[in-house]
T-cell receptor, first 113, second 111 residues
């Protein structure tokens, strides 16, 4: 069974530019998460989806971040415009309905210069 | 005070040593406890998952939860160089809830 797939793996952009990340969760997993991991820190939740509904986006900086999960499968996370402080690893995870274990993708390492 | 505190690292041990990794938490509502292993430039990989207080063993790994003390531990027996990674504790309130992570501790096992 394929794991959580994220792309791109690495992205370097100039500040004020837009950037988008894509995530394909494990087949059949209803819950999808986007986490942010800064260097030397544990991941922190940005947004959680149950199917296509965002059920927890309280930590998403809505002035510049947006996310969508069309048809309850793939998801994209966008930043516009990017700031230097957005440099981090963006992790996507998924879990089956009614379960607590989350399975992570490889992450997208963003560098804003 | 952060909800989840993890012992600071890094930690370096010789091959074959027993390793003890620890986390404390402040929110008594946490019900599920996990340990993730993260290799450099990779995503976190689920290692152990426990629900109740007590011990859970899987090969060389033992996860221990003490809800009364709000304390969880991961023990690694006969540590191997391949165990060198960052270990993250995580906990959650319930099914499909967000995970709250510790900062992680980097373990190095010397051959």
């Amino acid at each position: 069974e394929a794991g959580v797939v994220q792309s791109p793996r690495y992205k370097i952009i100039e500040k004020k530019q837009p950037v988008a990340f894509w995530c394909n969760p494990i087949s059949g997993h209803n819950t999808l998460y986007w986490y942010l991991q800064n260097l030397g820190q544990g991941p922190e939740l940005l947004i959680r989806y149950e199917n296509e509904e965002a059920v927890d986006d309280s930590q998403l900086p809505k002035d510049r971040f947006s996310a969508e999960r069309l048809k309850g499968v793939d998801s994209t996370l966008k930043i516009q415009p990017a700031e230097l402080g957005d440099s981090a690893v963006y992790l996507c995870a998924s879990s089956p309905g009614g379960k607590t274990e989350a399975f992570f993708g490889q992450g997208t390492r963003l560098t804003v210069v | 005070q952060k909800e989840v505190e993890q012992d600071p690292g890094p930690l370096s041990v010789p091959e074959g040593a027993i390793v003890s990794l620890n986390c404390t938490y402040s929110n008594s509502a946490f019900q599920y406890f996990m340990w993730y292993r993260q290799y450099s430039r990779k995503g976190p990989e689920l290692l152990m998952y426990t629900y109740s207080s007590g011990n859970k063993e899987d090969g060389r790994f033992t996860a221990q939860v003490d809800k009364s003390s709000k304390y969880i531990s991961l023990f690694i027996r006969d540590s191997q160089p391949s165990d060198s990674a960052t270990y993250l504790c995580a906990m959650t309130l319930g099914a499909n809830s967000k995970l709250t992570f510790g900062k992680g501790i980097t373990l190095s096992v010397r051959p």
